[in-house]
């Protein structure tokens, strides 16, 4: 009896330290040192073009906005979605699309009023038709790859305002 105690009590203590050990060099995913998030919340945005609404959703949760009459920063988007037939059929219809958009970014910094950064991103990629006509699953597949597309051009504004030095100079003192 007293054996199988001592010997639940090593097995217990051994699991407790080889699970500390294991985690010892664990590192979070969700980092927050990044410049993304020393403009969280203090930029104020206008978006103007195709999509605007998602673009906009989707710029709120990674970076925030911040109140008109109170921001540092203030960044004016001009979205374009481009939509082609990319394969046409002999019969003349299309069974391959493009989704472009390109999104022009200005970015300002509102305490020295001036434009800090001007960058176009521009991203694209294809979806197959699903049937001939009207279909839910062609319709649902733009839908999504707009969306994705949408995502990762935010997404490269993010990298780019991450690898900038200050955001305080201004375009004139480059």
């Known amino acids: 009896m007293l054996f199988s105690i001592r010997s639940n009590l090593c097995l217990f203590l051994g699991s407790i330290f080889f699970v500390i050990s294991a985690c010892s060099n664990l590192e979070f995913v969700y980092k927050t040192t990044g410049t993304s998030f020393k403009v969280k919340d203090k930029i104020y945005t206008y978006i103007?073009?195709?999509?605007?609404?998602?673009?906009?959703?989707?710029?709120?949760?990674?970076?925030?906005?911040?109140?008109?009459?109170?921001?540092?920063?203030?960044?004016?988007i001009k979205?374009?979605?481009?939509?082609?037939?990319?394969?046409?059929?002999?019969?003349?219809?299309?069974?391959?699309?493009?989704?472009?958009h390109v999104l022009l970014y200005n970015f300002y910094n509102a305490e020295k009023n001036c434009k800090v950064f001007e960058k176009e991103f521009s991203t694209?990629?294809?979806?197959?038709?699903?049937?001939?006509?009207?279909?839910?699953?062609?319709?649902?597949?733009?839908?999504?790859?707009?969306?994705?597309?949408?995502?990762?051009?935010?997404?490269?504004?993010?990298?780019?305002?991450?690898?900038?030095?200050?955001?305080?100079k201004c375009q004139s003192e480059n």
């Open 48 to 76: 103007d073009g195709s999509d605007s609404t998602e673009v906009y959703n989707y710029l709120l949760g990674k970076i925030g906005s911040a109140p008109s009459d109170n921001h540092k920063y203030k960044m004016i």
């Open 79 to 100: 979205s374009r979605r481009i939509e082609k037939a990319e394969i046409i059929d002999k019969d003349a219809t299309a069974s391959k699309f493009s989704v472009e």
């Open 124 to 168: 694209k990629d294809f979806y197959d038709s699903k049937s001939e006509g009207y279909s839910f699953g062609t319709d649902f597949s733009k839908n999504e790859l707009s969306k994705k597309l949408i995502h990762k051009n935010i997404d490269n504004l993010i990298s780019l305002i991450n690898e900038m030095e200050s955001l305080d």
